[in-house]
């Protein structure tokens, strides 16, 4: 068999998690795929994946070899690059992550860079964890916060602002805050990756940095739970500001404390550092910050 080709099916069967799910990325057949990875451990004389009824695992010596697997399928794929850099089009699969919340901002760009360049797919895979770029072959994550691996390259889409909001029926309830320093004595749900915990920041009308510490009954990885939270009148949230822009229009959100404007932030493009970066990731990559610069308004309307 083919060593690449059963290289590249054992990756796929690792990241997949399973030989059917690798086996359609592949566009091969489940038997196919086992048999380039068993071939591979014939040829290599060791066993690399523990395989069950349930799910595949990667031995000691499977790991190791992946590590190397994944590495010279990069520097295959950039030497390709490399060889084809005359050809400003990019070809082959883009793998892109983002949050759920932001598909609706990512959707027409992936859109357009199919429709403009008919050589190239895209892998677009959503959630709300935090992916490991290498080990899941994901060329580039749109992300909200910085990521905690500074290895990575981050380039900056936008800037954005959380708006600290809840329903009338919340006010109703409890009444409405007059203070910053209310909140603590407040049900402030929030979301797990805020970049400052459980300690809200914010800047007065002055310039100046001000803070409050909080707690609440609900902690998520997810933006639109703590919507929906806010809107039944669970309780306060501090939410992206383009995640709750028609509640707030609609009046189902009323923005608190206008006089305190959260901190800003900036939406990512996150990729694994490479010494030549491949056109599919390039060109994505410079859509995503037009298409950004043409939606600061809305990712950041109140700033």
């Not at 799910?55 to 190791?64: F, N, W």
């Not at 929030?190 to 909080?214: L, M, Q, T």
């Not at 490479?274 to 390039?282: E, G, I, N, Q, T």
Request: one cysteine or more.
């Amino acid at each position: 068999m083919d060593r690449l080709t059963s290289l590249t099916a054992f990756a796929r069967v690792v990241e997949s998690g399973g030989f059917s799910a690798a086996g359609r990325r592949l566009n091969m057949s489940t038997t196919m795929v086992s048999n380039h990875v068993q071939a591979l451990e014939e040829r290599l004389g060791v066993r690399l994946l523990n395989r069950t009824t349930r799910k595949v695992s990667l031995t000691e010596v499977g790991r190791a070899y992946y590590d190397r697997c994944v590495q010279i399928l990069a520097d295959l794929e950039q030497a390709d690059d490399i060889a084809g850099a005359t050809q400003s089009a990019p070809r082959g699969t883009l793998r892109v992550y983002t949050h759920t919340h932001t598909v609706p901002y990512v959707a027409p760009v992936v859109a357009d860079y199919l429709k403009t360049y008919p050589d190239v797919s895209v892998d677009l895979s959503m959630g709300e964890k935090t992916v490991d770029l290498i080990e899941e072959g994901i060329d580039v994550a749109i992300r909200m916060v910085p990521p905690p691996d500074s290895s990575l390259i981050v380039r900056s889409l936008a800037t954005w602002r959380h708006v600290l909001c809840c329903s009338h029926d919340y006010i109703e309830k409890h009444g409405r805050i007059q203070q910053l320093a209310e909140l603590s004595q407040h049900n402030c749900c929030r979301h797990v990756n805020y970049p400052f915990g459980d300690e809200w920041h914010f800047i007065d009308r002055k310039g100046a940095s001000a803070s409050v510490r909080i707690s609440g009954r609900l902690i998520s990885n997810s933006g639109d739970a703590l919507r929906v939270a806010a809107l039944s009148g669970v309780c306060i949230v501090l939410a992206a500001g383009f995640l709750v822009h028609d509640e707030l229009e609609a009046g189902r959100l009323v923005r608190l404390l206008p006089e305190y404007r959260p901190v800003e932030l900036s939406m990512n493009a996150v990729y694994p550092h490479r010494h030549y970066l491949s056109a599919k990731v390039r060109i994505f990559i410079d859509m995503l910050a037009k298409h950004s610069a043409e939606q600061q308004k809305l990712i950041n309307p109140y700033s």
